[in-house]
Protein backbone atom coordinates (compact mmCIF):
# COMPACT_ATOMS: atom_id res chain seq x y z
CA UNK A 1 0.00 0.00 0.00
CA UNK A 2 1.08 3.76 -0.96
CA UNK A 3 2.39 5.48 2.23
CA UNK A 4 3.22 9.43 2.21
CA UNK A 5 4.19 11.83 4.41
CA UNK A 6 4.14 15.02 4.68
CA UNK A 7 5.08 17.43 7.60
CA UNK A 8 5.28 21.81 7.56
CA UNK A 9 5.43 24.54 10.03
CA UNK A 10 2.05 25.74 10.80
CA UNK A 11 2.18 29.45 12.00
CA UNK A 12 -1.56 28.83 13.13
CA UNK A 13 -0.52 25.99 15.66
CA UNK A 14 3.02 27.46 16.70
CA UNK A 15 4.65 24.05 15.46
CA UNK A 16 5.24 21.40 12.91
CA UNK A 17 2.46 18.65 12.33
CA UNK A 18 2.24 15.81 9.86
CA UNK A 19 0.37 14.21 7.66
CA UNK A 20 -0.06 10.38 6.83
CA UNK A 21 -1.55 9.68 2.90
CA UNK A 22 -2.38 6.27 2.64
CA UNK A 23 -3.72 4.97 -0.81
CA UNK A 24 -3.48 6.13 -4.74
CA UNK A 25 -6.60 7.51 -5.43
CA UNK A 26 -10.37 7.38 -4.04
CA UNK A 27 -12.99 9.73 -2.13
CA UNK A 28 -9.94 11.98 0.02
CA UNK A 29 -11.34 11.89 3.87
CA UNK A 30 -9.88 13.29 7.02
CA UNK A 31 -8.80 10.65 9.62
CA UNK A 32 -8.34 12.12 13.22
CA UNK A 33 -6.73 10.58 15.98
CA UNK A 34 -8.38 10.16 19.27
CA UNK A 35 -7.16 12.43 22.12
CA UNK A 36 -3.93 10.91 22.52
CA UNK A 37 -3.01 9.88 19.49
CA UNK A 38 -0.98 11.59 16.39
CA UNK A 39 -1.22 10.92 12.45
CA UNK A 40 0.64 7.56 13.05
CA UNK A 41 -2.37 5.83 15.40
CA UNK A 42 -4.20 4.77 12.66
CA UNK A 43 -1.65 2.75 11.22
CA UNK A 44 -0.26 2.05 15.16
CA UNK A 45 -3.68 0.24 16.03
CA UNK A 46 -3.79 -1.72 12.74
CA UNK A 47 -6.75 0.22 11.26
CA UNK A 48 -4.86 0.66 7.68
CA UNK A 49 -4.25 -2.95 7.20
CA UNK A 50 -8.28 -3.39 8.53
CA UNK A 51 -9.52 -1.42 5.73
CA UNK A 52 -6.54 -2.33 3.28
CA UNK A 53 -9.25 -3.79 0.63
CA UNK A 54 -10.90 -0.53 0.06
CA UNK A 55 -8.17 2.05 0.54
CA UNK A 56 -6.40 -0.50 -2.50
CA UNK A 57 -9.70 -0.83 -4.50
CA UNK A 58 -10.21 3.21 -4.56
CA UNK A 59 -12.81 3.29 -2.44
CA UNK A 60 -11.47 5.88 -0.06
CA UNK A 61 -7.76 7.58 0.37
CA UNK A 62 -6.98 9.09 3.95
CA UNK A 63 -5.31 11.52 5.08
CA UNK A 64 -4.48 11.05 8.82
CA UNK A 65 -3.28 14.03 10.60
CA UNK A 66 -2.76 15.19 14.30
CA UNK A 67 -4.27 16.91 16.96
CA UNK A 68 -3.30 20.09 19.30
CA UNK A 69 -5.47 18.47 22.35
CA UNK A 70 -2.69 19.35 24.46
CA UNK A 71 -2.31 22.31 23.33
CA UNK A 72 -5.92 23.07 23.76
CA UNK A 73 -8.83 21.49 25.90
CA UNK A 74 -6.21 19.30 27.41
CA UNK A 75 -3.83 21.92 28.54
CA UNK A 76 -4.79 22.56 32.10
CA UNK A 77 -1.90 25.08 32.70
CA UNK A 78 -3.41 27.56 30.19
CA UNK A 79 -6.40 29.99 30.81
CA UNK A 80 -9.57 28.49 29.46
CA UNK A 81 -9.60 31.35 27.00
CA UNK A 82 -6.41 30.01 25.91
CA UNK A 83 -7.57 26.63 25.29
CA UNK A 84 -10.49 27.81 23.09
CA UNK A 85 -8.40 29.48 21.51
CA UNK A 86 -6.22 27.15 20.42
CA UNK A 87 -9.02 25.12 18.91
CA UNK A 88 -10.01 28.18 17.04
CA UNK A 89 -6.69 28.12 15.79
CA UNK A 90 -6.77 23.99 14.91
CA UNK A 91 -10.00 24.51 12.91
CA UNK A 92 -8.27 27.18 11.20
CA UNK A 93 -5.34 24.74 10.34
CA UNK A 94 -7.53 21.98 9.19
CA UNK A 95 -9.51 24.26 7.07
CA UNK A 96 -7.01 26.64 5.21
CA UNK A 97 -4.01 24.37 5.61
CA UNK A 98 -4.71 20.80 5.21
CA UNK A 99 -7.67 21.20 3.01
CA UNK A 100 -6.15 22.88 0.48
CA UNK A 101 -3.21 20.24 1.06
CA UNK A 102 -5.41 17.18 0.11
CA UNK A 103 -7.03 19.13 -2.61
CA UNK A 104 -3.65 19.81 -4.43
CA UNK A 105 -2.73 15.76 -3.77
CA UNK A 106 -6.41 14.76 -5.58
CA UNK A 107 -5.44 17.42 -8.26
CA UNK A 108 -9.17 19.11 -7.58
CA UNK A 109 -9.35 22.35 -6.56
CA UNK A 110 -12.88 21.93 -5.64
CA UNK A 111 -13.18 17.56 -4.58
CA UNK A 112 -15.34 17.43 -1.47
CA UNK A 113 -13.79 16.07 1.17
CA UNK A 114 -14.82 13.56 4.32
CA UNK A 115 -13.81 13.27 8.12
CA UNK A 116 -13.39 10.36 10.51
CA UNK A 117 -12.92 9.84 13.79
CA UNK A 118 -13.24 8.01 16.93
CA UNK A 119 -14.00 9.35 20.62
CA UNK A 120 -12.20 12.47 20.72
CA UNK A 121 -11.84 12.39 17.11
CA UNK A 122 -14.91 12.26 16.08
CA UNK A 123 -15.81 15.62 18.13
CA UNK A 124 -13.33 16.99 15.60
CA UNK A 125 -14.40 14.94 12.50
CA UNK A 126 -18.11 16.40 13.18
CA UNK A 127 -16.93 19.62 14.35
CA UNK A 128 -15.38 20.05 11.18
CA UNK A 129 -17.85 18.97 8.92
CA UNK A 130 -20.64 21.20 10.67
CA UNK A 131 -18.61 24.22 10.17
CA UNK A 132 -17.54 24.10 6.69
CA UNK A 133 -20.07 22.12 5.28
CA UNK A 134 -19.21 23.80 2.18
CA UNK A 135 -16.43 21.58 1.54
CA UNK A 136 -16.22 18.89 3.88
CA UNK A 137 -19.31 16.55 2.60
CA UNK A 138 -19.17 13.41 4.50
CA UNK A 139 -18.51 12.50 8.38
CA UNK A 140 -18.28 9.19 9.76
CA UNK A 141 -18.14 9.65 13.95
CA UNK A 142 -17.82 6.57 16.04
CA UNK A 143 -17.98 7.13 19.69
CA UNK A 144 -18.11 10.95 19.64
CA UNK A 145 -17.90 13.37 22.43
CA UNK A 146 -19.93 16.49 21.34
CA UNK A 147 -19.59 18.69 24.52
CA UNK A 148 -16.25 20.05 25.23
CA UNK A 149 -17.94 22.23 28.38
CA UNK A 150 -15.55 19.48 31.12
CA UNK A 151 -12.74 20.91 29.02
CA UNK A 152 -13.40 24.79 30.55
CA UNK A 153 -13.52 24.91 34.34
CA UNK A 154 -16.87 27.25 33.78
CA UNK A 155 -15.62 29.68 30.84
CA UNK A 156 -17.28 30.65 28.01
CA UNK A 157 -16.78 32.54 25.28
CA UNK A 158 -17.12 33.18 21.57
CA UNK A 159 -14.09 30.20 20.29
CA UNK A 160 -15.73 27.95 22.49
CA UNK A 161 -19.22 28.47 21.61
CA UNK A 162 -18.13 28.15 17.78
CA UNK A 163 -16.52 25.17 18.37
CA UNK A 164 -19.13 22.90 20.89
CA UNK A 165 -21.29 21.25 18.27
CA UNK A 166 -24.14 21.19 20.95
CA UNK A 167 -24.36 24.71 21.19
CA UNK A 168 -23.83 26.63 18.15
CA UNK A 169 -25.93 23.85 16.10
CA UNK A 170 -28.80 23.99 18.55
CA UNK A 171 -29.15 27.49 17.79
CA UNK A 172 -28.12 27.20 13.75
CA UNK A 173 -30.54 29.03 11.65
CA UNK A 174 -28.15 30.22 8.69
CA UNK A 175 -29.91 29.06 5.26
CA UNK A 176 -26.62 29.16 4.03
CA UNK A 177 -25.24 26.50 6.28
CA UNK A 178 -28.40 24.71 6.48
CA UNK A 179 -28.52 24.33 2.89
CA UNK A 180 -24.89 22.77 2.61
CA UNK A 181 -26.05 20.07 5.28
CA UNK A 182 -28.69 18.80 3.46
CA UNK A 183 -26.56 17.84 0.91
CA UNK A 184 -24.25 15.80 3.55
CA UNK A 185 -23.44 12.49 4.64
CA UNK A 186 -23.20 12.69 8.22
CA UNK A 187 -23.19 9.02 10.17
CA UNK A 188 -23.03 9.40 13.84
CA UNK A 189 -22.23 5.54 15.31
CA UNK A 190 -22.87 4.22 18.98
CA UNK A 191 -23.39 1.34 20.65
CA UNK A 192 -24.16 -0.44 23.85
CA UNK A 193 -21.13 -2.40 23.39
CA UNK A 194 -17.98 -2.12 26.22
CA UNK A 195 -17.30 1.23 27.62
CA UNK A 196 -19.61 3.10 25.01
CA UNK A 197 -21.88 5.79 26.55
CA UNK A 198 -23.91 6.17 23.55
CA UNK A 199 -25.94 9.58 25.60
CA UNK A 200 -23.69 12.36 23.61
CA UNK A 201 -24.28 10.50 20.48
CA UNK A 202 -28.21 10.52 20.62
CA UNK A 203 -28.18 14.13 22.23
CA UNK A 204 -26.39 15.26 19.17
CA UNK A 205 -28.64 13.73 17.25
CA UNK A 206 -31.64 14.93 18.64
CA UNK A 207 -30.44 18.69 18.12
CA UNK A 208 -29.85 18.34 14.55
CA UNK A 209 -33.12 16.52 14.24
CA UNK A 210 -34.29 19.54 15.59
CA UNK A 211 -32.63 21.71 12.96
CA UNK A 212 -33.96 19.81 10.20
CA UNK A 213 -30.72 18.48 9.48
CA UNK A 214 -30.65 14.95 7.99
CA UNK A 215 -28.17 12.57 9.09
CA UNK A 216 -27.90 8.84 10.17
CA UNK A 217 -27.70 7.92 13.79
CA UNK A 218 -26.41 4.04 13.75
CA UNK A 219 -26.64 2.17 17.04
CA UNK A 220 -24.66 -0.69 16.69
CA UNK A 221 -25.46 -2.26 19.63
CA UNK A 222 -23.50 -4.81 20.79
CA UNK A 223 -20.65 -4.14 18.07
CA UNK A 224 -21.07 -0.54 19.31
CA UNK A 225 -18.16 -0.45 22.01
CA UNK A 226 -15.84 2.10 22.68
CA UNK A 227 -12.46 0.22 21.39
CA UNK A 228 -10.97 -0.24 18.50
CA UNK A 229 -11.99 -3.49 17.63
CA UNK A 230 -15.10 -1.93 17.15
CA UNK A 231 -14.55 0.97 15.27
CA UNK A 232 -12.40 -0.92 12.66
CA UNK A 233 -15.74 -3.23 12.00
CA UNK A 234 -17.83 -0.20 11.56
CA UNK A 235 -15.40 1.55 9.20
CA UNK A 236 -15.31 -1.65 7.58
CA UNK A 237 -19.14 -1.91 6.80
CA UNK A 238 -19.04 2.58 5.80
CA UNK A 239 -16.63 2.08 3.49
Known amino acids: MRRDYHRWYSHRLGREFGVVVYGRWGPPMIVFPTSGGDEWEFDRQGMIDGLGDPIEAGRVKLYCV?????????????????????????????????IPFVRSDCRSE????????ASLGAYHAANTLFKHPDVVKRCLAL??????????????????Y???????????????????????????????GPWEQSGESYRLSHILASRGIRHHLDDWGPMGGHDWPYWKHQLRGYL
Open 66 to 98: NVNHGDSFANRGAHPFHRSWMQHQYDEYIRHEV
Open 110 to 117: DIGVGTIG
Open 143 to 160: SGVYDMKRFMDGAYDDNF
Open 162 to 192: FNNPVDYLSNLSDPWALGHLASCDIRIATGS
